[in-house]
């Protein structure tokens, strides 16, 4: 019990890492294996990761429009990261993420007409830096290919488009994770695009002035007893 008093202040966290910023944040991955990639980048920041590859869970999408509607309703600019594959549906996300999350919109209250959707990865100098190895094909997860004129997509613009630029192959974002150090970089860099570094040493620092105090509190209520 002694131990716990001693250590209580240390849990104590009456306000939010986002409280003094002008943003709120979430980073959506396309496959698992970037959750934990991120994580070491995305933990002192205090962002939330999201797995939404396919059509994301309902809950998922649910959770993450609350969470944005919250923010977005206490005066920030509600932004999400994405990360996902290099090929044709890939490049082409934010409008499907948009769309996606809009779904919901009459269920949970919040539209993401305001949402800031930043596809930060993969793109084509990453993968030809980092020497990342394409896959020489356009399947999709249904097994079918986009590259194939018989593909009810591939006439689309968007398709058309990709083939132009970067011809019949792809690369899937797990391919990330042979290439640890240079993917928490990538990551790092897209959220220094709207939060500033120093931003995390501020917020310990406000964090350990209000538990000092609660520890002085707390020390003093013992004493008295």
């Not at 934010?94 to 800031?116: K, Q, T």
Request: hydrophobic share 40%; aromatic share 10%.
């Amino acid at each position: 019990m002694i131990d716990y008093i001693d250590s209580a202040h240390l849990s104590y966290t009456p306000f939010s890492f986002w409280a003094d910023l002008d943003v709120y944040m979430e980073i959506a991955v396309e496959k698992g294996d970037l959750k934990s990639l991120f994580a070491r980048v995305a933990q002192p920041f205090h962002i939330p990761i999201q797995n939404v590859g396919g059509w994301a869970d309902l809950n998922v999408r649910a959770g993450m429009m609350q969470r944005f509607k919250l923010w977005e309703e206490r005066g920030k600019q509600c932004i999400l990261l994405y990360c996902g594959d290099h090929d044709p549906g890939g490049l082409h996300i934010s409008g499907y993420l948009r769309s996606n999350l809009a779904e919901l919109g009459a269920v949970v209250g919040w539209m993401p007409g305001s949402l800031i959707i930043d596809r930060f990865g993969l793109d084509y100098d990453f993968i030809e830096t980092n020497g990342l190895t394409w896959i020489d094909n356009l399947e999709t997860g249904s097994g079918k290919n986009l590259a194939d004129h018989k593909h009810r997509d591939y006439l689309k613009l968007y398709v058309q488009d990709y083939l132009r630029r970067f011809g019949a192959r792809k690369l899937e974002a797990n391919a990330l994770v042979a290439r640890p150090e240079a993917g928490r970089e990538l990551c790092r860099q897209a959220i220094l695009r709207y939060v500033p570094e120093t931003a995390i040493s501020d917020y310990r620092q406000r964090l350990a002035a209000v538990r000092q105090k609660l520890q002085q509190a707390i020390i003093a209520r013992m004493a008295a007893e």
